[in-house]
């Protein structure tokens, strides 16, 4: 297919094999206009068929895309400035301050290593592969490195190989193992009680709360409005499952309740400190802090504020409720995943005792 378009985008790609380059690349048209790809598209073939010089290259994608300059020409400092002007650049403000402040911690790293390295083209394989070994030991977890990682890539994919004229250096560099978060386990109760000691006092005391008794995610109990918080239930669209509609209705515990009360609502959110946390540093909160105080070993992320998502399921299932009952409180639309959350033993207990 020569010309398609991703899920979820309006922009349309010009897949091409390019002989000069011995390899297949992928542009973007930049409108979202069907017929105008598909004319730049038969454009780009023709001119690559009939002159098969590859400085020609440069001139054909300049010619056909009107730009006054090739992205291979760009100074690693405006590359950003460059990006972000993209037409086909689609994702969240969130995700873009990420991507920029990854694209920045790249830059200096650049400018203190290499400084003689000015353009975006000059950086080749050997530096991602030096930039991934001095990253990957300042990451506290693989999924970190690899973000990162991804979120570099994302800049020279979009402005390197959209002019077909380079490859993107951090193709190469290996993912670090990661250990996903339906892989981490369930805290025990007495360290549910140590962890509530640690943070006695502040607003992670009723973010924990608000997670052992709802299962919901750090991020949605960050955001938690007060227009959500009725006398007796919460009522939200997670935001993971935000764009599948999927909308959880959880009674609120009585202990919860207790605690909810005795809250001002001076602010728009339940917990505006957390809101402010994740606001500055979406990836990073302080709940690794609270673990150490309560002398929990994260066991290299085994175990972090995702773990009380873990505890929930679990103490359903040990409160003997049925599954379809749990997928609705949790939000998961999946069985296997819902298990995969359940770290209850009881029943295997009972059949182990039952053997003679």
Known sequence: MAVFRQKGRNIWQIRLWIPQLGRVRSLSSGT?????????????????????????LKEIFREV??????????????????????????????ELRRRKHHWRRFVEWMHDRHPTVRYLHEVDSATALEFADWLRPRCRTGKTFNNIKVNVGCVFSALLMRAGMSRNPFRGVPNAPTTDSVEQRAFTDAEIVRILDACRGTEYFGAVLTALYTGLRYKDIAFLCWD??????????????????????????????????GQPRSSRYVFPGLAEDYEKHPRKSRFSEILDRAEIDADHGRVTFHSLRHTFRTRMAAAGVPQDIAMRLGGWRDARTAERYNHDLTGLRRAIDALE
Not at 38 to 47: A, F, I
Not at 69 to 89: F, I, K, M, S
Not at 242 to 261: A, K, S
Request: charged share 45%; no cysteine.
């Open 32 to 56: 979202s206009d069907k017929l105008r790809a598909k004319e730049m598209e038969l454009r780009l073939r023709r001119e690559i068929r009939q002159d098969r010089r590859l400085r020609r």
């Open 65 to 94: 895309f009107g730009e006054e300059e090739v992205a291979g020409g760009l100074l690693l400092d405006e590359a950003w400035e460059r990006y972000r002007g993209l037409p086909e650049l689609n994702i969240s403000p969130g």
């Open 228 to 261: 959500q918080v009725t006398d007796d239930a919460l009522r939200l669209k997670p935001s993971k499952t935000r764009r599948h509609g999927v909308e959880v209705v959880i009674p609120l515990h009585r202990r919860l309740r207790e605690y909810l009360d």
